[in-house]
């Protein structure tokens, strides 16, 4: 199984741009598809972006098409999630999830072998 710890979050302007980083332990990272996930207050924890273990196909949301990217660093055991042009709508506590499975967008989240603690995201409006 795979350890995470999400960091980077924060409060900023609609507009504005943070970097969510996802360090995870484990010896299965690098074979494992990793994912971020958010939960606004009062909804669901839905999907937002994908990459597979090599890093060669990415999936995301419909919402975040365009403004997010998500990219990993298997030598340093690392997923990233680019934000950029936030919303306010984009507000919520972000989680990092591993997985063995592809693709993660389909798995039902409920199953998802790993998660992280969370961090939150604040765009201001």
């Known amino acids: 199984q795979v350890q995470l710890v999400e960091s980077g979050g924060g409060l900023v302007q609609a507009g504005g741009s943070l970097r969510l980083s996802c360090a995870a332990s484990?010896?299965?990272?690098?074979?494992?598809?990793m994912g971020w996930f958010r939960q606004a207050p009062g909804k669901e924890r839905e999907f937002v972006a994908a990459?597979?273990?090599?890093?060669?196909?990415?999936y995301y949301a419909d919402s975040v098409k365009g403004r997010f990217g998500i990219s990993r660093d298997n030598a340093k055991n690392t997923v990233y999630l680019q934000m950029n042009s936030l919303k306010p709508e984009d507000t919520a506590v972000y989680y990092c999830?591993?997985?063995?499975?592809?693709?993660?967008?389909?798995?039902?989240?409920?199953?998802?072998?790993?998660w992280g603690q969370g961090t939150q995201v604040t765009v201001s409006s």
């Open positions: 990459i597979s273990w090599t890093g060669g196909s990415t």
């Open positions: 999830a591993a997985d063995r499975r592809w693709p993660l967008a389909v798995v039902p989240i409920g199953t998802l072998d790993s």
């Open positions: 484990g010896r299965t990272f690098s074979r494992s598809a």
